[in-house]
């Protein structure tokens, strides 16, 4: 096996072509979250554009107060905190999934999907997963933009009950992974599609509707604690998925307090 990289942040720097994200970026051997050290900088001045990656964390988080896995070494596990933002949670959260499929788009030769709100598919196994959090340090949100990237894993690195379910870089391509390399590419790709999504946010809701894998297709959803069932024909930017449900009537979803639910 090729000798697996650490991830350097002056390696990470080289040749990275951003505006706005990783003047500034940390690696931590091992920390609970990435998402809490780059909450404890969001308030401070200049924190903008801050990277905060991890070889490992200790309780790394998901969506809905679901636990995220990960070895040492084995993965991209990064938080950026953006500040100042006219753009909202939704937003950031759809630009933050076009952002890092296009990335994983690039790397492999299998088709990329975004499973709403945030989860990246490849070959139908969730290979990375979006976390944004928010943080109020004055008259404008801060965000926190937690990415996970599955990279060095193989089927029996995640528990039983993922194996089927989940993927990683080497399982698809079939190699080794340059895990310097893809968290540049990462930080350019999110660097670009914030910029478009600042002025242009049609342009995200169109490129998440070409990767997305519901859209046309009959859903079902956990919401408030109710199930709704329904077929989705959109996403919204500020409100949601949108699903039109069997009663004819068309209903949002909001990501924060919404999770994906299997069809019966
Ligand atoms: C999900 O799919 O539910 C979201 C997973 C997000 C995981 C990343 S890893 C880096 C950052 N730190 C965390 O604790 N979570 C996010």
Redesign the pocket.
């Known amino acids: 096996m090729a000798t697996r990289n650490r991830l350097d942040p002056d390696k990470i720097r080289e040749n990275l072509r951003t505006t706005r994200l990783g003047k500034k970026i940390v690696v931590y051997e091992r920390t609970a979250?990435?998402?809490?050290i780059a909450a404890e900088y969001a308030c401070d001045s200049g924190s903008d554009g801050l990277v905060v990656f991890?070889e490992e964390?200790t309780?790394?988080?998901?969506?809905?107060g679901?636990k995220?896995y990960?070895n040492y070494g084995e993965?991209i596990?990064?938080?950026i905190v953006l500040t100042g933002n006219k753009l909202s949670g939704e937003l950031i959260s759809l630009t933050s999934a076009v952002a890092t499929a296009e990335t994983l788009g690039k790397i492999g030769r299998s088709v990329t999907k975004v499973k709403w709100p945030?989860?990246i598919l490849i070959n139908g196994k969730?290979i990375a997963?979006?976390?944004v959090e928010s943080k109020h340090c004055g008259p404008r949100n801060t965000f926190i933009v937690?990415?996970?990237i599955n990279c060095h894993q193989q089927k029996d690195s995640f528990p039983a009950e993922l194996q089927n379910t989940t993927t990683s870089v080497d399982i698809e391509n079939r190699g080794f992974c340059d895990r310097v390399s893809l968290a540049r590419r990462l930080l350019s790709s999110l660097d670009h599609w914030l910029e478009i999504a600042q002025t242009k946010p049609n342009e995200i809701i169109n490129r998440w509707r070409e990767l997305n894998m519901q859209i046309g297709h009959r859903v079902a959803v956990l919401y408030s604690g109710k199930r709704f069932v329904g077929n989705c024909i959109g996403v919204d930017p500020e409100k949601g998925l949108i699903l039109q449900l069997d009663s004819g009537l068309a209903q949002m979803f909001p990501a924060a307090h919404t999770s994906m639910a299997r069809l019966r």
């Open positions: 979250s990435t998402n809490d991890a964390q309780a790394g988080r998901g969506r809905t679901a995220w990960s993965s596990l990064c938080s945030n989860d969730k997963g979006i976390l937690g990415i996970g």
